[in-house]
């Protein structure tokens, strides 16, 4: 075995976006990361991008998949353990966004896997490999708790995520459970969203990762939180 001593995280859907955003901020300050995505070419930029500064390990796949969840247990354990878990990736559904009586059961079903099942499953693959006080980040959306026209297929997957959250915050008191809304970025996801739409007035997905630094590194306690309206304790 390979045993990390420096903070060792994993993040999905790490290739673009907040997901990388993220990983490059705890390269930063030393982090070991494993990081993954569904597609290879994407996820290797990602990797070298991020080597200089990181011990970095990248694995393709889909979180779907019970076999991908599978490999990221054999190398989190090579690594000794996981101090944190981010399920970052997820899915929109169909694009322009349907009202939720004309969304498509299939559809439905496909978000569902992604945004709610998959999350879990990580968990659940991952559970012997946390080690104590670990940290485990759901990221979520205000769309979970506000009813959007459009957004009911998004936002009920989300909502499910969040109260799968808040049973794992009462039945895993040695960790910390998050659930945490990023806010609106300017990312390919959103753009999908809004479908021919200029949102050049969004922020960055860096706005918001001096909240998820805040969540990974300082001392609150198990809850949800809104990223860009955290007061910023971490370095």
Excluded: C
């Amino acid at each position: 075995m390979t045993i990390s001593a420096q903070p060792t995280a994993l993040i999905t859907g790490a290739s673009r976006g907040l997901g990388l955003a993220l990983a490059q901020a705890l390269a930063e300050r030393g982090w070991a990361l494993i990081i993954d995505a569904r597609g290879p070419d994407a996820l290797e930029a990602a990797r070298a991008t991020l080597a200089p500064t990181a011990h970095v390990h990248a694995l393709a796949g889909d979180v779907r998949d019970p076999g991908h969840r599978a490999a990221l247990v054999r190398l989190a354990h090579q690594l000794g353990g996981l101090d944190a878990v981010v399920n970052n990736a997820g899915g929109l559904g169909p694009s322009p966004l349907p009202a939720l009586l004309d969304t498509p059961l299939d559809a439905l079903a496909d978000l569902y896997a992604v945004n709610v099942l998959a999350p879990l499953g990580v968990l659940q693959a991952l559970r012997g490999e946390l080690r104590p006080g670990a940290r485990i980040l759901n990221l979520t959306s205000d769309a979970a708790v506000e009813p959007y026209e459009g957004w009911g297929g998004y936002g009920s997957s989300k909502a499910a995520l969040e109260q799968i959250s808040n049973v794992l915050k009462a039945e895993l008191p040695q960790y910390r459970v998050y659930t945490v809304d990023p806010g609106d970025m300017r990312t390919r996801m959103h753009q999908d969203a809004f479908p021919g739409e200029d949102i050049s007035d969004r922020p960055l997905p860096e706005a918001s990762i001096p909240g998820l630094l805040t969540l990974l590194i300082g001392d609150l306690p198990s809850g949800r939180y809104r990223a860009q309206a955290m007061p910023v304790t971490a370095g």
